[in-house]
Nanobody, 122 residues
Framework: QVQLAESGGGLVQAGGSLTLSCAAS????????MGWYRQAPGEQRGLVAT???????NYANSVKGRFTISRDNAKDTVHLLMNSLKPEDTAVYYC????????????????WGQGTQVTVSS
């Protein structure tokens, strides 16, 4: 059983900063890609940023230059530093991890956190 626990959401004024954190726990052999996704009311969940085990990052165009994703492989954690926040960044943010499971760890399972609310006021 694997669990992802998120923290760091909250209310912030436009132009402010927040850092989200996510810690994975449970029966974990290794973690492939970790990332953050978000879902605003009435919209589909979409990519914010991902980071591979060797540190390669990918960002949604809307957050490039403002958000920074990082991870600590030793602690099975991923973080999202969000600067210059805008009202349109308001959403529930979800942590995601791709974790090899099963016999020989040849299958990669997708795990999600419960989500943390980020609200940016104008």
């Amino acid at each position: 059983q694997v669990q992802l626990a998120e923290s760091g959401g909250g209310l912030v004024q436009a132009g402010g900063s927040l850092t989200l954190s996510c810690a994975a726990s449970g029966s974990i052999f290794t973690i492939n890609t970790m990332g953050w996704y978000r879902q605003a009311p009435g919209e589909q969940r979409g990519l914010v940023a991902t980071v591979t085990r060797d540190g390669r990052t990918n960002y949604a165009n809307s957050v490039k230059g403002r958000f920074t994703i990082s991870r600590d492989n030793a602690k099975d954690t991923v973080h999202l530093l969000m600067n210059s926040l805008k009202p349109e960044d308001t959403a529930v943010y979800y942590c995601n991890a791709g974790i090899p499971v099963g016999r020989g760890y040849t299958t990669v399972a997708d795990y999600w956190g419960q989500g943390t609310q980020v609200t940016v006021s104008s």
